[in-house]
């Protein structure tokens, strides 16, 4: 397996354990359901597990940019899917300029990898 493939997914790892702790932490209702919180302190530990392996290769400003703006989409997917949410005009807009920023950070910035 080739050495940035290995480290991009880490950061996938880190993305998709953030997901579940974050829709364990709708779960809990503040941390008043003892299951879901317990699971979502252990997704979340996952998460930085994972995302602190990925920054042995890929710049931490690069990691965090994906990380996060895979975080803000597919959280907003789940809290359309999952918890009945809507997004007016404006969160969409503004979600589709963060994959867009990504998007270009990883297609056109020469700082993706050490």
Not at 4 to 17: H, S
Not at 77 to 96: N, S
Request: charged share 5%; glycine share 10%.
């Amino acid at each position: 397996m080739k050495p940035t493939l290995f480290y991009y997914g880490a950061l996938g790892a880190a993305i998709v354990c953030e997901l579940i702790g974050t829709t364990l932490l709708q779960k809990s209702e503040q941390f008043t359901r003892f299951a879901p919180t317990l699971f979502m302190i252990l997704f979340f530990a996952g998460s930085f597990f994972f995302l602190s392996h990925a920054l042995k290769a890929i710049p931490i400003g690069i990691a965090y940019a994906v990380w996060g703006g895979a975080g803000i989409v597919l959280t907003a997917l789940i809290g359309v899917t999952v918890f009945r949410q809507t997004l007016d005009p404006a969160a969409i807009a503004g979600i589709a300029m963060i994959v867009g920023g990504v998007v270009m950070v990883n297609a056109f910035s020469n700082s993706t990898m050490h």
